[in-house]
């Protein structure tokens, strides 16, 4: 049996703009990084690792100030939520992934 619980939080002004920075900041990493696999994909007929992924994504914060002032746990959750969404595609059980959208009404992150 598994049991859940629903519950609302309500962040200060700063908690909110620290979330949504960090939303932002993960969208961000999944779509770059299913770019880049897409064009490693097509180029070679081999992805990227997620070792790979966790390499460029060291050298992206070095090039992106602004990826390093957030949590990295929820970085690294995107690049495995990536993975994942991969491995359930050449699985066959789900379509490939697809870039997320700003638009899409319940934005949340993952931080483990």
């Known amino acids: 049996m598994h049991k859940a619980c629903r519950f609302r939080l309500y962040p200060t002004r700063n908690q909110a ?3 949504h920075q960090t939303i932002g900041c993960c969208r961000f990493v999944y ?12 180029t ?4 990227l690792s997620d070792n790979g992924c ?6 992206l ?5 602004w ?3 957030l949590d990295w746990t929820a970085l690294q959750s995107a690049l495995q939520q990536l ?9 066959g059980t789900a379509t ?14 993952t931080a483990q």
């Open 31 to 42: 779509n770059h990084f299913l770019s880049e696999w897409n064009q490693a994909y097509e």
């Open 17 to 19: 703009e620290l979330i």
């Open 54 to 59: 966790s390499k460029r994504l060291t050298a």
């Open 96 to 109: 490939p992934p697809r870039f997320k959208s700003k638009e899409h009404p319940n934005q949340s992150y």
């Open 44 to 47: 070679t007929g081999v992805g």
């Open 83 to 91: 993975a994942e969404a991969f491995d359930r595609f050449f699985d």
């Open 61 to 65: 914060k070095q090039t992106l100030p």
């Open 67 to 69: 990826l390093r002032t």
